[in-house]
């Protein structure tokens, strides 16, 4: 198993803000998989869903997964949501290090979304439902991918990550305050 940390889970989880805060803390560099991709692209994620489809898109993040296993120095890897739906991805994530599954209950998703527009699979009417659809066929998928899953509902991030650092074990000496 590679040394990064991986966080997965569904759009709304906090990957993005509890990676920032495990980077700050480990002193580790920040990878976001679809960052990369709209760079990659020169689009934002809605465009490239919108002009090139949903296929088109999880074929660059299986790339740009592929990618990340080129890296030596250890890094924090925030992903899409979608990210471990694949199979092949899911072996993948795996094999780059410890992953993280931020777990969310539907309620927290449309909270934290309410008025997001840069999602495209909750683009639409009945939020409510696409979200628990969505998370109900996605669950076990996340569970059977992650090392470690981290319940985040209603969690400040600063206490998700320090609940992560304690359960991999990454010690005080290689953290910053
Ligand atoms: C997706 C999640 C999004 C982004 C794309 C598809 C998904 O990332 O990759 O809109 O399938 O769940 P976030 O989880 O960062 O929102």
Redesign the pocket.
Known sequence: MGEHIILI?????G??TVGRRLSRKLSRQLL???AM?EARAGMT??EI?ASRG?DA?RAT?TEVLAGLALRREPVII??????P?RPENREALRRLGHVVWLRVKPGTVCERLAGDT????LAGDDRQQKVEA?LAQ?GPIYGETAHLTVDADGRAPEEIAEEILTKLHIGNIRREA
Do not use: C, N, Q, Y
């Open positions: 889970g569904f759009m709304g989880a990957k993005s976001d998989t679809d991709i994620v809605s869903f949903e898109f993040e925030s992903t899409g949501g979608g990210m739906m840069t999602r495209p699979l969505l996605r």
